[in-house]
């Protein structure tokens, strides 16, 4: 008997419904001797292309479909078609299939763009007219699921007939009934009734299993993802609707649904069988139509150029090196043509000619601009000005970017504006046209927390429950969410490990790592040409961009032209600061102009080598401040070093400490051979980066430099490690001895896999030095370029604290002043400071900005309520954090009654008063804006500089509050106000309140710390800004935490042998006490490995009730009864020896990163303690 | 008219795991004809068992002693029991 073609089958891209992957459905049906398989997503084609994949390479014939919604009526004109509004009958949700004809591949694709721009986003919807207009194509399954089945199963069978029909006469011979059985109480006489009715209306009918699953057992899976789309708990409607017979049968039990189906009638099961067979072969398709780089030269869909690309890039060239003054260089000419070569063989000239035409638009539109990654290495982008990396000058090699031995298409990355990013996709789309251009989606995929949020509310949890368990959890796998309970001291105490949820966490475990939604790609854009819908299936985003079902590996599997346009927000934040300058200063400064911004600026180096680069790009982590203050970098080419140092190879395989000792001159460098000196030279006989590595292949073996680049590759594949290993030893040339062969591929097997290119490195230390020039001259400027954008890892309170650090005053929110982003104001005494936002306000929407801003200036409180028009929350919050003081000459503090004086709380009373008046009938006009009326509510206040007591508001009504009828908030309430509403400290650190306990302990303040010998212990405090766990050459997880006490940052490594009793406590609190020992890590820079910590509140507290003594014991702890295990879980051991914690390199838990409600105890008075005291 | 009962009974079942024969009321039934079959799974999430099992349904035609009727049975595959649940006859 022939195989059995199984033709409706979803996988796990049939978002939140599939639970198998396409590879493992295709290896299980080759295994079972199957020659044809059908991949049938629901909504559709987005695991089409892995499906194709996986049948090319297990010989196995692809066929491609989708399972598409039915829109609830048909489009059809009034009485055109029967049964048109049988869909408010036989209820919502029928479904057809549609498989794609050995040629329909296109039509397809085009069907499923109609479906998804006919239904609303992210509900696609399919007519029996869409089908219609791309039937020549198709096949069109009619099963259980759609409107004539389930017209069937309701026993109309009239309607069946008439709505059968009106499909032939809708797309003709591509009509086949699909039957189906999953043995579910009703199954088998609805397929046999709808074989009877495929018999009578002589329409073909297959047999199918619209399979959902691999295996009977994933079911359950099935149920909690139908109940997760349903948003609904678990009930018994469930079981029906995710049957266990929805999976992969074998022939001999599909061959047993048939007899079933069938009835035992012979004949008719072995036509059933062979017409669906013969249907499978009419829909098999040739998998090199699709898949562009298997079998023979890429076949690429590049754009259309309109004239021969070749000799347009090698003009375009030839004006470039004359454009960057290198027409006489010898070496950039023959760079050029070895380069040009590459490119015409791979016939790759029109791309180059695509990219720059985006770069030149995108300059065009005044948008900052960079080239990133291997792109930067060839000359090519440099001198048609896609970026400003010279390879030359750099020692950057082409091959790791572009060789011949790669398949597929090169990379080039372009970084832009984040905040311009929208932008430019607009602006590709208008010049190339909606049809040709469409964004690059990603899957995301089930995580620990995602997959305990739904599998929590298909259970019924609570969702704040939910919600809480979740956060609990690093940033893991979903299959590690058992054993993190038992390895992470953080959780072991956290009373998760409970029977009650157990079953929660089995089914959260096997979500992992299914597809659960689709979303835009960062920065993936395809560029295609006429037939680029024939393609790929596009859809609406959540932005509106055209967005294609592929991911970034599908659309160069497919041969589509991808180019990445990164948003980032440090280019904003450049922009924003270049911007500031000139607005404040009337200075134009261009960041890439050398005359302008020099790039040996020694004030610059000085300031890095002191690991002040808080808020700089790429030298900002705690790790990178102790980096740079080892390395000392003097030039750009030290920057290039540091940021390809600070990567996890160079780390792990331990090539720092040999590169510092070697550039500071501690000892000589070492080379493992004369001949490898060229190469090695500029990293002092370490190999630092990608590009050296092809070098030493390329001169101890002779193999060029293409070559090397693809044995590189093969390094970071622990099962051909032992290949290479043996043809590098083999092929190394004579000169090169045993031991030298030795020695040197030790080095690159430790190296090679994660290593850095250092044209990436390149590309990123040009923005690095530039923030770093922008903070050493205009910090400013720079500073309010990185608060409006936040391009970096620390919040903004330290990124103020920074500013403070540099002589900058952070300037309060003051509704006369303030923007709709930060701003930059000249000082009395000629300095700079910082003006608080709006848009820093908690609540405040963007057309309330937009009004403030342009309402400015405001001679009232009331004024302000008129014409801007905040919403009451606002308004109160705004007067909470002092936004009216400047106008009504407040000043928090004491003393607290000042009777006759205007108060922060009068005001906030005050505003209750506007809303009541204005909710009385007559609201201030948009068009009385140009007669403001004066401060009517708070008579008599200093801030009614109009001199009437009381210019009435124009209702005639409004409330009279006596000023200084409400007490003034202390300077704690002023900060915690500050701390609630903007999410900063801004008049004072809140570390300044807790003195008493401070000082009861004696901390070692962060500017005290460089004065502390190497190895004493001390203690510290401060607000916890940032915590890390990144991968560490012992393959534990260690914590790195960095805390902020006003005097600057202190960085608290944390090992696991302390984890035990200090996990929880510094993911769980906000302010820390810590005990560390200094570790002196530069001639600048110290760091501290913690010993012990305490949440810093909980000590207050433990002062203010038991005193000195109390305080004492609880810091001395009862170590016994802590948790001294540490942490948990099988470290990854990789071949070369390098180890990794399966909890490092992940973002830790969120814990705690924002102050508690009240953290301090409000000093000062009793009375008055609400804030929010309404009128 | 069918009549509920819901007794534990004996039953041979073919290899395929469909009944032949069971004993009802001491009186042995062979079976002729199968009607119906259909598979129902359980309210796993309500059970503490990972892997409650599923429940199957035969309707099916049976003779016992000359005379013709109508049973439908159910077989439990995590208690591996059978029940008589309803008979018309």
Redesign the interface.
């Known amino acids: 008997m022939a195989p059995f073609p199984h033709l409706h089958v979803a996988s796990a891209y049939s978002l939140r419904y599939g639970t198998a992957f396409p590879a493992a459905l295709v290896g299980r049906a080759a295994a079972r001797g199957a020659d044809i398989l059908a991949l049938t997503d629901r909504d559709g084609l987005y695991g089409a292309i892995k499906h194709v994949q996986a049948c090319y390479r297990a010989a196995v014939d692809p066929v491609v479909g989708a399972d598409l919604a039915l829109a609830e009526t048909g489009h059809a004109g009034p009485g055109a078609a029967p049964g048109a509004g049988a869909g408010a009958v036989l209820g919502a949700g029928a479904r057809v299939t549609v498989l794609a004809r050995g040629d329909g591949w296109g039509r397809l694709c085009r069907l499923v763009t109609a479906a998804h721009h006919h239904g609303s986003r992210g509900e696609p919807r399919v007519t029996r007219e869409l089908a219609a207009e791309h039937a020549d194509g198709l096949i069109v399954l009619l099963g259980p699921g759609s409107d004539v089945g389930r017209a069937v199963a309701q026993r109309r069978d009239g309607l069946a007939r008439d709505l059968l029909e009106a499909w032939r006469s809708a797309v003709g011979d591509a009509l086949v009934v699909e039957v189906t059985d999953h ?7 609805i397929a046999t009734r709808m074989l009877a009715l495929a018999d009578s209306a002589r329409v073909p009918a297959v047999l199918t299993n619209a399979v959902r699953f691999l295996d009977p ?1 994933d ?2 899976v099935g ?1 909690v993802l139908d109940a997760s789309r349903d948003l609904a708990p ?1 009930h ?1 409607g469930h ?1 029906g609707r995710a ?3 929805a999976y992969l049968k074998d022939d001999d039990e599909m061959a ?1 649904v048939a007899r ?1 189906v069938c009835g035992a009638d012979p004949e008719r099961v072995a036509r059933l069988l062979a017409t669906t067979r013969e249907v499978a072969r009419a829909c098999v398709l040739d998998p090199l139509q699709i898949l562009a780089l298997e079998g023979g030269p890429a076949r690429l869909h590049l754009p259309e150029i309109g004239r021969d690309p070749v000799p347009l890039l090698r003009h375009r060239c030839e004006d470039g090196l004359r454009d960057r003054g290198l027409e006489r260089s010898s070496a950039a000419r023959a760079r050029l043509a070895e380069e040009l070569a590459i490119v015409e063989r791979k016939r790759l000239s029109g791309y180059f000619i695509a990219v720059a035409g985006v770069t030149d638009m995108i300059r065009a539109m005044g948008v900052r601009c960079a080239i990133r990654g291997s792109a930067a290495g060839s000359l090519i982008p440099y001198l048609l000005r896609i970026g400003e990396v010279n390879p030359l000058d750099h020692g950057l090699l082409m091959e790791r970017f572009l060789s011949e031995g790669r398949i597929g298409l090169p990379d080039i990355d372009i970084d832009v504006e984040s905040a311009r990013r929208l932008d430019c996709y607009r602006a590709i789309r208008d010049m190339y046209g909606a049809e040709r251009v469409a964004c690059v989606s990603m899957m995301e995929t089930y995580r620990a927390r995602s997959a305990i949020r739904d599998v929590g509310a ?2 019924g949890l609570p969702p704040h429950e939910i919600d809480v368990i979740a956060k609990a959890f690093p940033h893991i796998r979903a299959r590690q969410i058992r054993a993190a309970l038992t390895d992470l001291p953080e959780l072991r105490g956290s009373g998760l490990n409970d029977r009650l949820l157990e ?1 929660t966490f ?1 089914l959260a475990e096997k979500l992992d790592g299914l597809p659960r939604h689709i979303a835009l790609h960062p920065c993936g854009v395809l560029i295609g040409n006429a037939g680029l819908r024939d393609r790929t299936p596009v859809e609406r985003s959540l932005l509106g961009f055209p967005m294609s079902q592929f991911d970034k590996d599908d659309v160069e599997e497919a041969g589509l032209l991808k180019l990445d346009v990164l948003g980032v927000r440090m280019q904003s934040a450049l922009a924003y600061a270049v911007g500031e300058i000139a607005r404040v200063d009337g200075e134009q400064i261009d960041l890439d102009d050398p005359a302008s911004v020099p790039r040996d600026d020694d004030a610059t180096y000085d300031m890095i080598r002191t690991g002040r680069t808080l808020g700089c790009f790429q030298i900002e982590s705690p790790g990178q401040r102790e980096l740079v203050a080892k390395l000392e970098p003097r030039t750009i080419h030290d920057l290039i070093v540091d940021i390809s140092l600070f990567r996890p190879g160079p780390v792990n395989s331990d090539m720092v400490t040999p590169y510092l000792e070697a550039r500071h001159g501690w000892r000589s460098a070492r080379y493992p051979h004369p001949e490898l000196r060229e190469v090695l030279r500029e990293t002092h006989g370490v190999v630092v980066f990608h590009e050296q590595v092809l070098r030493v292949i390329d001169v101890m073996t002779g193999c060029g430099l293409s070559e090397a680049e693809k044995i590189r590759r093969s390094l970071g594949d622990p099962d051909r490690r032992e290949q290479v290993r043996a043809w590098f030893l083999a092929n190394a040339r004579e000169t090169f001895d045993r031991a030298t062969r030795e020695e040197v591929w030790r080095v690159l097997d430790a190296f090679g896999a994660f290593g850095f290119c250092k044209a990436h490195a390149a590309a990123f230390a040009l923005p690095t030095y530039q923030s770093a020039w922008l903070k050493r001259h205009h910090p400013a400027a720079f500073l309010a370029g990185v608060l409006t954008h936040e391009p970096g890892m620390y919040p903004p309170r330290v990124i103020l604290d920074e500013a403070r650090h540099c002589g900058v005053e952070v300037l309060p929110l003051d509704v006369n002043h303030s923007g709709a982003t930060w701003l930059v104001e000249r000082t009395g005494d000629g300095g700079y400071g910082l003006r608080v936002p709006f848009s820093a306000v908690k609540g405040v929407s963007e057309a309330e900005v937009e009004r403030m801003v342009a309402g400015r200036p405001y001679h009232s409180m009331a004024d302000f309520w008129e014409r801007a028009r905040p919403s009451r929350p606002v308004a109160e919050r705004i007067a909470e954090v002092g936004g009216f003081d400047a106008l009504h000459r407040l000043r928090v503090g004491a003393p607290r009654w000042r009777p006759g004086e205007l108060t922060r709380r009068d005001l906030i009373a005050q505003v209750g008063a506007l809303e009541r008046a204005s909710a009385t009938g007559v609201r201030a006009g948009a068009g009385k804006t140009a007669t403001p009326h004066g401060a009517t509510g708070v008579p008599g206040g200093p801030g009614d500089l109009d001199g009437a007591d009381a210019v009435q508001l124009s209702m005639g009504f409004t409330e009279w509050r006596t000023p200084g009828e409400l007490p003034e908030m202390s300077e704690a309430e002023a900060v915690e106000a500050e701390l609630e509403i903007l999410g900063m400290d801004v008049s004072r650190h809140v570390l300044g309140f807790h003195g008493e306990l401070l000082d009861a302990i004696g901390v070692t303040r962060s500017k005290d710390l460089l004065r502390c010998r190497n190895g004493a212990e001390v203690l510290v405090a401060g607000v916890k800004v940032a915590t890390q766990t990144p991968a560490v050459r012992s393959g534990q997880r260690v914590i790195f935490a960095t805390l902020d006490d006003s005097t600057g940052p202190i960085d608290l490594t944390f090992f696991e042998s302390v984890q035990g009793r200090c996990a929880a406590t510094v993911f769980g609190s906000w302010l820390l006490v810590a005990k560390g020992v200094i570790r002196r890590t530069g001639p600048r820079a110290v760091s501290l490995r913690a010993v012990d910590c305490w949440d810093l509140g909980e000590l207050d507290q433990v002062l203010r009730q038991g005193g000195t003594a109390a305080l004492r014991e609880r810091m001395a702890g009862t170590t016994s009864e802590r948790d001294d295990r540490g942490v948990g879980g099988r470290r990854l051991k990789y071949g070369n020896g390098y180890l990794l914690s399966p909890y490092s390199d992940i973002g830790p838990a969120p814990g705690v990163t924002a102050p508690p409600g009240r953290f301090w105890h409000a000093s000062g008075g009793s009375s008055g303690e609400t804030v929010r005291t309404r009128a | 008219m069918s009549r509920l009962y819901g007794d534990p009974i004996e039953v041979w079942a073919t290899s ?1 795991g469909e009944p032949a024969r069971f004993v009802w009321r001491d009186r042995l039934h062979v079976v002729r004809q199968m009607l ?10 309500k059970t503490s068992d ?2 409650p099992g ?1 429940r199957r ?1 035969w309707r099916i035609e049976a003779v016992a002693g000359g005379q013709v009727g109508v049973y439908e049975l159910r077989y439990d595959t995590s208690s591996q029991a059978w029940l008589l649940l309803r008979a018309w006859d």
Do not use: C, K, M, N
């Open positions: 043995y579910g109480h009703r199954d088998a006489i057992a079911h359950q149920h678990l018994a079981l049957p266990s017979h047993r079933r298909a259970l079953t089995r | 395929e119906e079959h259909w598979v129902v799974a359980r309210e796993w999430w990972t892997d599923e349904f």
